[in-house]
């Protein structure tokens, strides 16, 4: 059986990031979808930046809810793991913008901040850090 109050490997993270990234296509397939019709003969202009913008809120608000909410996106639930705070609760709003933001960071250079999980004792990423956030295996009820 899984500790449970041992942090996730880097392993699991990228399996996760993995399921979650998958759905989170979907889900901007959709978003996008949504936009459509209101666009100039129904294409989006080269290099919009207000589309960057309106993609990158829609992850956010994909990944915050379920952070927010349960702990638990669709990959985290595949892998019986959870985004909790300190206290073992479900993350703020601003706890879920501040690692959402952090993790882009993190990719942003070379993903480092996620490599840093081999290097921390508490095998933590900079996103769990600076989040007060822990990705942890989910209890057995």
Same mark, same amino acid.
Do not use: C
């Given at each position: 059986?899984? =500790?449970?109050?041992?942090?996730?490997?880097?392993?699991?993270?990228?399996?996760?990031?993995?399921? =979650? *990234?998958?759905?989170?296509?979907?889900?901007?397939?959709?978003?996008?979808?949504?936009? !459509?019709?209101?666009?100039?003969?129904?294409?989006?202009?080269?290099?919009?930046?207000?589309?960057?913008?309106? !993609?990158?809120?829609?992850?956010?608000?994909?990944?915050?809810?379920?952070?927010?909410?349960?702990?638990?996106?669709?990959?985290?639930?595949?892998?019986?793991?959870?985004?909790? =705070?300190?206290? *073992?609760?479900?993350?703020?709003?601003?706890?879920?913008?501040?690692?959402?933001?952090?993790?882009?960071?993190?990719? *942003?250079?070379?993903?480092?901040?996620?490599?840093?999980?081999?290097?921390?004792?508490?095998?933590?990423?900079?996103? =769990?850090?600076?989040?007060?956030?822990? !990705?942890?295996?989910?209890?057995?009820?």
């Amino acid at each position: 059986m899984n =500790d449970i109050k041992a942090p996730a490997g880097l392993v699991k993270r990228l399996a996760v990031i993995l399921y =979650d *990234g998958l759905l989170l296509i979907a889900v901007l397939f959709l978003a996008t979808l949504i936009l !459509l019709p209101f666009q100039e003969n129904n294409l989006f202009q080269p290099n919009s930046w207000q589309y960057s913008v309106y !993609l990158l809120i829609v992850s956010f608000f994909f990944y915050a809810w379920f952070w927010t909410k349960s702990g638990q996106t669709l990959g985290l639930l595949a892998w019986k793991l959870q985004v909790a =705070d300190e206290n *073992g609760g479900n993350i703020s709003w601003q706890q879920a913008l501040i690692r959402f933001t952090v993790a882009i960071f993190s990719w *942003g250079i070379f993903g480092l901040g996620f490599i840093w999980v081999l290097f921390n004792k508490d095998r933590l990423t900079w996103h =769990d850090i600076a989040s007060h956030s822990r !990705l942890h295996w989910k209890r057995a009820k």
